[in-house]
């Protein structure tokens, strides 16, 4: 007779001392990730624009714009990591968003930050039942978004696309054939989701508002001053 397995389980602590170690890594990595995003796009977007496009060292773009794209799926594949299947879910050590978003689901959880929270200031404020209500939408909004990641064009089928692509080429060599290569609007959609989803992770574990979307635009203001410069000669 096959032995049970022994279940698997962490104390609410734990759970929440996970996700206080999560999102500070996930919240570097999609600064990281929307960074990349923006030169990407400004770079393409000027381009684009341009009448005149037979310029000298044309190749040499094209291969620092395919490394940038491989660079943001690396950070993709990082953010939205499930784990090692073969363990149990609660023994995988990688900080995720799918890893998050399971504990940040869990009552026990919830319950541990929005008390916490109304302690964001200092104890017994009177904001004290609207930080703890902040916690709970924030928390809500997390997971609705990791559920709407999935719908849409380029959601399902842009991480089905991101984890062959990162199993096949940037984690290994293997030598099946694939032609998996995730494109721009699916690892655009990838990363505007993590973006939202950070954001709102960030502020139900540490009460910080990460104004991610300020940070993307200055991000994209830089990219313009330099793409404008390396190729249309402007300043």
Known sequence: MAKKKKRVTISTTEAVKRLDTMIPILYRNIQNALLIEAVLEVGNDIVGGMTDRTLPGARAFNRIMNSLAYDLAMHLSRLYDVGNRSRHVNRRDVASIPLAVRLFRQRRCEKVLCERARNWLSP???HAN?????CRNAIHRASKGYSATFRGNFGRSGLKTLKEFRDSFMAH???TETDAN?????LFRLTDCARDFVEDARLAVSGTNSSLDGQERLFAADAKRFW???LLGKR
């Open 130 to 134: 609207v930080f703890e209500q902040d």
């Open 228 to 230: 404008r410069l390396a």
């Open 173 to 175: 060599s293997l030598m």
């Open 182 to 186: 995730p494109i721009y609007s699916q």
């Open 124 to 126: 017994g404020t009177s």
